[in-house]
């Protein structure tokens, strides 16, 4: 018998893309979109705001898709909290660095509050009351990245990606980043032969330096960070590549934060896993002193050497190359105990096996910092499957102007 939905499922899929019409938009959703619908499907639209009118254009998607992605190319009812965008080079169609240029910065961080909010209770099945808040001193969200990898077109030309594109758009500014990443001049002068350039305003120099890509890892410089807090300061060495928070102020404002939720005594033993050029294990080792114990696990290894430069003075600091999940195991295996856990992993979270393992060793308190609330959501789920709960939680506004938030969740034992 001939299967009547065959026909159906067999027509070609024929592209929507350039396909215009009117919505009125809906709830911000994850990823810098609110939410429309076109023909009974959603469609996810940039440069929009809630309770707006809009025309859609479609970017991306095909008859059948389950959503589609659309751009606000007009705008027929403004909400109130919209603004002309401060850089010529946002909007549809243009720089895809941005999402909410669009909105002021109050609203901005109300938008990411309902993300935040609504990602844990779709995927943690929690109801969360946080307010994202700004980093201090951030007061118009823009020139605070201090680092910008600039990528080049064909013409030799720095510029940034189109959204969902592989084409370049030639910049003469970038109001995100920093003026002193753009004094170095790196918009106004031809990169033969580079893929791209990234610029660093490291706050331990007195000028910003501009790495060529590709290179040999001869030719990347080091560059010093310092971190300054209200009872602690510490100062790294790190290369131009490896990873250091983006917003001069986030580290100082982590660190402090962690320290203060943890409030590591002396003679404990605490683990800092994805511990990057060691931030955190040296914070942790200067509280649990000489009678305690910091292991610092990471993948990458030229973070590593540089937290061994870094750390290479502290005893009580133990540092390890390799990958978070196969080092746990042998710890667990052995019914390692901890009092303290820091993670700070990647944006696509720590997974299911890695917080199964770090409540297996028993810690009193966990600290996880997260650029992504989804996958800190999932992963807070599978804490509470382990016996572990939100005892506080705090959310940053780490990168204005995008739609990306840093977390911290302070986890800690269910009664």
């Known amino acids: 018998m001939t299967d009547p939905g065959q026909n159906l499922r067999d027509e070609p899929r024929v592209s929507m893309v350039g396909t215009q019409f009117e919505a009125k938009v809906g709830k911000v959703a994850h990823g810098g979109h609110c939410v429309a619908r076109h023909d009974g499907r959603v469609v996810f639209v ?16 095909r008859t059948g898709d389950r959503f589609l992605l659309g751009d606000a190319v007009e705008v027929l009812a403004p909400s109130p909290h919209r603004v002309q965008p401060a850089c010529p080079f946002a909007g549809p169609g243009r720089c895809g660095g941005c999402d909410w240029q669009h909105s002021d910065l109050t609203y901005q961080r109300e938008l990411k509050s309902a993300v935040v909010a609504e990602q844990f209770q779709r995927l943690a099945g929690l109801e969360v009351d946080v307010q994202v808040e700004a980093l201090p001193g951030d007061t118009r969200g823009v020139r605070w990245r201090t680092r910008t990898e600039f990528a080049i077109d064909s013409s030799g030309a720095a510029g940034l990606h189109r959204n969902h594109s592989h084409e370049i758009i030639p910049l003469t500014d970038c109001l995100i980043s920093t003026q002193r990443v753009i004094e170095t001049g790196v918009l106004g002068r031809q990169w033969p032969m580079a893929s791209s350039v990234d610029v660093v305003d490291a706050s331990g120099e007195a000028l910003a330096v501009a790495v060529r890509l590709p290179s040999r890892g001869s030719t990347v410089p080091h560059i010093t960070e310092r971190v300054e807090t209200d009872d602690w300061s510490a100062e790294f060495r790190l290369s131009a590549r490896g990873f250091w928070q983006v917003h001069p102020r986030a580290a100082a404002t982590f660190v402090a934060h962690v320290r203060r939720e943890l409030a590591a005594q002396p003679g404990e033993r605490a683990l800092d896993l994805y511990a990057g050029v060691g931030l955190f294990a040296l914070a942790l080792a200067d509280a649990v002193g000489p009678t305690g114990a910091v292991l610092a696990i990471e993948s990458d290894a030229r973070a590593i050497a540089d937290a061994k430069s870094n750390l290479q003075l502290r005893p009580e600091i133990e540092l390890r190359l390799g990958k978070v999940d196969r080092a746990l195991k042998p710890l667990v295996r052995q019914g390692i105990r901890a009092d303290l856990v820091v993670l700070d992993p990647p944006r696509t979270g720590a997974g299911k096996s890695v917080i199964k393992d770090v409540a297996a060793l028993g810690p009193r308190l966990i600290a996880y910092l997260a650029c992504d609330p989804a996958a800190l959501a999932r992963d807070v789920a599978y804490a509470r499957s382990a016996g ?4 506080s939680l705090r959310a940053f506004d780490a990168f204005p102007m995008t739609h990306h938030v840093e977390c911290i969740a302070i986890l800690e034992p269910l009664e």
């Open 388 to 391: 572990y709960g939100i005892r």
């Open 46 to 61: 940039r440069h929009a705001l809630p309770g707006e009118t809009v025309r859609v254009a479609i970017t991306e998607g």
